[in-house]
Structure formats: C-alpha cells, structure tokens
C-alpha cells in the first residue's frame, strides 16, 4: 500500500516550456487535490477533484490545468512554465473523515 | 486574507518538557481542524484532527485543544522529543459545494533540544 506518489521529485524547467506532473494514490479516495508551497507560506490549492471526471479551481490555479481521467491519477499541467511558478508541489487524497494524505513532493524550478 | 494563522514561525523546547503550539481562524465557517507534521523533503503527514462539536481530542502524547469563542486551537506534545522535530502546520476545513477544502496556517518550526 504506497498511498500517494508523485512524479518526478525534482524537475527544472526553462520558462517557456511545459510539463505534467503526476500523482498516484491506491486508497480509492474519490477527492484528490494539488497544492503548491512557497518559503514563509502554508499550503495554497491549485486544482482539486471530487471523483473521476471533475475538477474544479482552487484558491491559486491560474497557469495551471488539472485532469482526472482515472480515479487514482491526477495529473497537474504547466503549459508555459513562468518563474513563478518555482515551488514545491503537493498532492493529496482524502478519506471519508475529512482526513487528506499527502504524497512526497516535487521541487520545480523554473529558469 | 490569512484564514488560518500560526504567528510562532518557531519554538524551541526541551526534551521531556511540553511543545505548545498555537493556531488561530477568522472563519466561523471552519467546522474541522487539523494538525500536520512535516519534516524537510517530505510530505506532510497527518497527526490529529478534531471536529468543532468538541473541545479537546487526544492520542497519545498529542493533544488538541479548540475554543471555539476564542476561534483558537492549541497543539499540546507532551513529552516533547527530538523526533517531534519538524514544522507543523494547523488546518481548517468546511464543506462548500460538493467539496471540502483545507486551509493552512504557515506553519510552526519545532525544534526539540536534548
């Protein structure tokens, strides 16, 4: 049972150019959400899911694109990555208690 | 808007002595409270949570207080360890449309000294 993943852990990024991030999770959570943490700042969310199929915006979701195809992946999308979006990134599942389990992180640069 | 704030960035606390860690909401919406701990490099892992219907929720050396007249809930770790060493975030939920969302403070680094 490995719970949340994420891939990559690292990635560095010219700005301009595109990626997806990855995330996994085998609990058979339908919510799952992404968010973004900068230095002297808590969590912000960028994107969430409440089961396959949906998605909806967070409190910080321009530049970003989500989708949900599978219930276990949820996929986090920079189509021209700007510098301001160097951070690390979350994502989450969440049980039936209101309880959210985060994966590992990506740490994302972009140049 | 800071929802959610935790005004101690860091502590430092003895081992074998009590780590208090507060946190205070501006949001009466907020019906569900969480304590995360996070150590560098990692995601963060949940520690305890407790709902507004109540007052205090243990497990185990954690304990969290809410005051909900006060809109303030306090982390109690007691004894303090060195592995309790790490940043630890408060969050705060309620339901709005078909979603629950977490909000987070900015943390609290906990450093335990022997």
């Known amino acids: 049972n490995a719970g949340v993943t994420q891939t990559p852990k690292f990635r560095v990024l010219k700005t301009g150019q595109s990626m997806t991030l990855l995330c996994a999770q085998d609990m058979n959570h339908e919510y799952m959400y992404w968010y973004r943490q900068d230095p002297g700042m808590g969590l912000r969310l960028i994107h969430y899911s409440v089961g396959e199929g949906t998605t909806a915006k967070g409190e910080v979701p321009d530049g970003y694109n989500v989708s949900r195809l599978k219930k276990q992946n949820f996929l986090l999308g920079l189509e021209s990555a700007a510098p301001s979006q160097t951070s690390v990134y979350f994502c989450?599942?969440?049980?039936?208690?209101?309880?959210?389990?985060f994966g590992p992180g990506t740490r994302l640069t972009v140049l | 808007d800071q929802q959610v704030k935790q005004n101690s960035p860091s502590l430092s606390v003895q081992e074998g002595r009590i780590s208090i860690l507060n946190c205070d909401y501006t949001?009466?919406?907020?019906?569900?409270f969480l304590w995360y701990k996070k150590y560098p490099a990692e995601g963060p892992t949940f520690l305890i949570s407790?709902?507004?219907?109540?007052d205090k929720n243990e497990d185990g050396r954690f304990t969290v207080f809410l005051n909900k007249s006060a809109k303030h809930l306090s982390l109690h770790i007691v004894p303090s360890q060195p592995g309790d060493s790490a940043v630890y975030f408060c969050a705060a939920s309620y339901v709005t449309g078909t979603a629950s969302k977490l909000t987070f403070g900015t943390g609290t680094r906990l450093q335990v000294t022997l």
């Open positions: 989450a599942s969440r049980d039936n208690t209101d309880t959210q389990y």
């Open positions: 407790i709902s507004s219907i109540k």
């Open positions: 949001n009466s919406m907020f019906d569900y």
